[in-house]
């Protein structure tokens, strides 16, 4: 037998069909309970979405270490060949708000909560292993040149190439996506990248700087701009319809995970700034290690609490595991958390898809709306004398050494540290076939800009990182707007 209907105060519901009214015509009566609580909890069924990476899709799996590195840190969920630790993974697109379409050109978030014995390791990355900027301070500039513009209220290419313009660190990322893997075909045909460097630190306290690289073992397939278009008309949930249906046919999509590690020591002489987001370190300088396998098998069961409630944060590390001094990832150490605490409010650690599941959350935090009475009748305060958790004394990471004095920076560059070789390098791999269409979906875009100034200043980017591709690139966009004019 079904259960009875009740109210939220578990009432039991007369009548689910028909207001309440005062006699058959009306007007509605102020005392049916159902009505209102009803239409009131509809007007509330929305909260803020993420200022950024608003839509997306998650699922649950598992992670399983395959290749001893336990020489390299001391994180239990790595320690062994064969360990299993429970995952989430919610992927995304990053400028469309929450009910965008999905198969467009823009990167993907790849954001992987490990719930460890150790407690829950987030590593928020993306799909590409670089990224457009390289201080924290300019993100807000940037992710507004990239969204609606306040008075026109679409996107302007304008502002989008102005912002470039201003930053000629975005031309290896621009390069990266316009190319062939702009648009991934689906979340499970791309790749993941950590994109920032990390610390890894092994139990006698030797530390490493780290890059996470998952590949994707669907092969990775993208979508041309023609291609997209069309999926984007058809079906605007394609990435989620794709994964959730996938998972559902038990056809679990998977990742191999390797890593590049740097001894501590190698840093300070790399010919790149190894903290630089926006440049790779070259495979024949630090080659892929394998780590282990990634496997989704499990759909949430409930989008809104599980996916639209997650919460990331680059700063929920475990012990073995910490940050390097890159900028932007220290940045993004604060921004997350407090993020969310305005999205879900201070007590979202206790949602179920946040919480630990391999140990428990034990500490002095309390109250707050929505608090629920997890920790009872201890005390509220540290130390105490009845037993309370109490510190271990044991950093999470190494100590970084540090030099200079405090002061408003540009990230340092090394010997082969421009803004242009690896933009250069990434064009020169690329078949002629995938220069061709990297110029023609750069070109499509940048001639729709309606100054000259940001056209020119664009151009000498792309001049810099490759003289063919900025004289190609120039001629394809002097060319259709030659076309406009006519
Ligand atoms: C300083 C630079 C950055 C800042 C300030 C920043 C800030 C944010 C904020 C505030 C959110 C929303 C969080 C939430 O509401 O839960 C977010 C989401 C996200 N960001 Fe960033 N971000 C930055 C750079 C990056 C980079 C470099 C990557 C990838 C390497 C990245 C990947 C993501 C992902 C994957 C999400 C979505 C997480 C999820 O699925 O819930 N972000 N970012």
Same mark, same amino acid.
């Given at each position: 037998m079904s259960k009875i209907l009740t109210t939220e105060s578990g009432a039991p519901i007369a009548d689910n069909q028909n207001s309440a009214s005062a006699g058959e015509y009306g007007p509605l009566l102020i005392q049916d309970q159902q009505l209102l609580e009803k239409l009131a909890r509809f007007n509330r069924e929305r909260i803020p979405e993420r200022v950024v990476h608003a839509r997306g899709s998650g699922a649950y799996g598992y992670f399983e270490v395959t290749d001893e590195v336990s020489q390299f840190t001391r994180a239990n969920f790595l320690a062994s060949v064969g360990k299993r630790t429970e995952?989430?993974?919610? !992927?995304?697109?990053? @400028?469309?708000?929450?009910?965008?379409?999905? @198969?467009?050109?823009?990167?993907?978030? !790849?954001?992987?909560?490990?719930?460890? *014995?150790? =407690?829950?390791?987030?590593?928020?990355?993306? /799909?590409?292993?670089?990224f457009f900027i390289k201080d924290p301070i300019k993100f807000p500039d940037f992710i507004h040149s990239q969204k609606r513009d306040p008075y026109t209220g679409v996107q302007e290419a304008d502002?989008?190439?102005?912002?470039? #313009?201003?930053?000629?660190?975005?031309?290896?990322?621009?390069?990266?996506?316009?190319g062939d893997r702009g648009i991934p075909a689906s979340y499970r045909?791309?790749?993941?990248?950590?994109?920032?460097?990390?610390?890894?630190?092994? *139990?006698?306290?030797? @530390? !490493?700087?780290?890059?996470?690289? !998952?590949?994707? /073992?669907?092969?990775?397939?993208?979508?041309?701009?023609?291609? @997209?278009? *069309?999926?984007?008309?058809?079906?605007?949930?394609?990435?989620?319809?794709?994964l959730h249906q996938a998972i559902e046919r038990g056809v679990f999509p998977s990742w191999t995970l390797y890593v590049q590690l740097m001894p501590v020591a190698e840093a300070a002489d790399y010919r790149f700034n190894p903290f630089d987001l926006t440049k790779v370190w070259p495979h024949a300088d630090y080659p892929l290690q394998k780590v282990g396998r990634l496997v989704l098998n499990k759909n949430p069961e409930n989008v809104f609490a599980e996916v639209e409630q997650s919460a990331f944060s680059p700063n929920n590390f475990v012990p073995g595991i910490g940050p390097s001094p890159d900028k932007m990832l220290q940045g993004r150490?604060?921004?997350?958390?407090? #993020?969310?605490?305005?999205?879900?409010?201070?007590?979202?650690?206790?949602? #179920?898809?946040n919480a630990p599941k391999a140990t428990e959350a034990n500490n002095y935090g309390r109250d707050g709306l929505s608090a629920v009475n997890k920790s009872g009748r201890g005390k509220n305060y540290e130390p105490n004398s009845y037993d309370g958790p109490?510190?271990?004394?044991?950093?999470?990471?190494?100590?970084?050494?540090? /030099?200079?004095?405090? =002061?408003?920076?540009?990230?340092?560059?090394?010997?082969?540290?421009?803004?242009?070789?690896?933009? =250069?390098?990434?064009?020169?791999?690329?078949?002629?076939? *995938?220069?061709?269409?990297?110029?023609?979906?750069?070109?499509?875009?940048l001639a729709q800009v309606s100054r000259d100034d940001i056209i020119e200043k664009n151009l000498a980017h792309f001049h810099a990182a490759d003289e063919n591709y900025g004289s190609r690139l120039e001629a394809a966009v002097a060319k259709l707007r030659a076309g406009q004019e006519s």
């Open positions: 995952v989430f993974l919610r !992927f995304s697109t990053v @400028a469309g708000n929450l009910g965008a379409s999905d @198969a467009v050109r823009d990167p993907r978030g !790849f954001a992987l909560k490990f719930y460890t *014995e150790e =407690g829950n390791y987030d590593l928020v990355g993306n /799909n590409t292993p670089v502002n989008v190439w102005d912002f470039w #313009a201003h930053s000629p660190a975005s031309t290896h990322q621009i390069t990266w996506l316009f045909h791309m790749n993941g990248y950590g994109s920032h460097t990390y610390q890894w630190v092994n *139990e006698s306290g030797d @530390a !490493f700087w780290v890059k996470y690289h !998952f590949k994707t /073992n669907q092969g990775v397939r993208s979508l041309d701009g023609g291609q @997209a278009a *069309e999926v984007v008309g058809a079906d605007a949930d394609s990435h989620q319809r794709d150490l604060f921004a997350y958390a407090d #993020a969310q605490r305005y999205r879900l409010g201070v007590n979202h650690t206790l949602l #179920a898809v109490a510190q271990t004394d044991a950093a999470l990471a190494a100590p970084v050494a540090l /030099n200079g004095h405090t =002061g408003t920076y540009t990230t340092p560059a090394h010997t082969k540290d421009d803004d242009f070789f690896q933009a =250069g390098e990434l064009f020169r791999l690329m078949s002629a076939g *995938e220069q061709e269409r990297l110029i023609g979906n750069l070109a499509g875009f």
